[in-house]
Nanobody
């Protein structure tokens, strides 16, 4: 069975930092593009960041570019999202996702999803 489990969410102050982790099992981790999406109340789930299979290339939504960094460890089967300079607008449930394909910015490109972890940024 495939399992993606996020952790590291919580409460941060505006301007602060959080680091999210996602532990993957049940898949050959290195064969998947990994991404992070987020969903705020009343809004659609939106792309935040993704990283290619080897970990050498990453890409970001404009809203988080320069503030967030995605990384992965293919030995530990982990993907991370370092979030710096947090803003109240970053408040959302953050989801880890795995794509067997190109793994772009669309929800439909990702096959497996974690349960989500809440990130709340206070002003």
């Amino acid at each position: 069975q495939v399992q993606l489990v996020e952790s590291g969410g919580g409460l941060a102050q505006a301007g602060g930092s959080l680091r999210l982790s996602c532990a993957a099992s049940g898949i050959t981790f290195r064969n998947y593009v990994m991404g992070w999406f987020r969903q705020a109340p009343g809004k659609e789930r939106e792309f935040a960041a993704a990283i290619n299979r080897s970990g050498g290339v990453s890409w970001y939504a404009d809203s988080v570019k320069g503030r967030f960094t995605i990384s992965r460890d293919n030995v530990k089967n982990m993907v991370y999202l370092q979030m710096n300079s947090l803003k109240p607008e970053d408040t959302a449930v953050y989801y880890c996702a795995a794509s067997p394909g190109a793994g772009g910015s669309l929800v439909t490109e990702y096959r497996y999803w974690g349960q989500g972890t809440q990130v709340t940024v206070s002003s």
